[in-house]
């Protein structure tokens, strides 16, 4: 059974940085591509980063590109996202997610099977 344990949201002033960890267990994730999605109040979820697991190759939205990283310790079965820079819109709820990718190195942007319980993102101006 895969299981995703997001943790180190929390509140934090406009321009402040936090890092978001998300541990992984119940798989051998090499063939699979891990992502970050949020989702504010009143907004659908969307696609934040991704990383494929065994390549390290990386996918960002537009709206953070330049202050958020996302990273893997593949020896922690561990997935990080770094978020500097933060900004009020980025307040929402984080979720890592994860799924199998067989026959592409391309980081997809839906379709994610398993999900962890989520981390509360507070930006404060």
């Known amino acids: 059974q895969v299981q995703l344990v997001e943790s180190g949201g929390g509140l934090v002033q406009a321009g402040g940085s936090l890092r978001l960890s998300c541990a992984a267990s119940?798989?051998?994730?090499?063939?699979?591509?891990m992502g970050w999605f949020r989702q504010a109040p009143g907004k659908e979820r969307e696609f934040v980063a991704g990383?494929?697991?065994?390549?390290?190759?990386?996918r960002y939205a537009d709206s953070v590109k330049g202050r958020f990283t996302i990273s893997r310790d593949n020896a922690a079965n561990t997935v990080y996202l770094q978020m500097n820079s933060l900004k009020p819109e980025d307040t929402a709820v984080y979720y890592c997610?994860?799924?199998?990718?067989?026959?592409?190195?391309?980081?997809?942007?839906?379709?994610?099977?398993?999900w962890g319980q989520g981390t509360q993102v507070t930006v404060s101006s």
């Open positions: 119940g798989r051998t994730f090499s063939s699979y591509a």
């Open positions: 990383i494929m697991w065994s390549s390290g190759r990386t």
């Open positions: 997610a994860t799924k199998r990718v067989l026959f592409s190195n391309a980081v997809p942007l839906d379709d994610y099977n398993y």
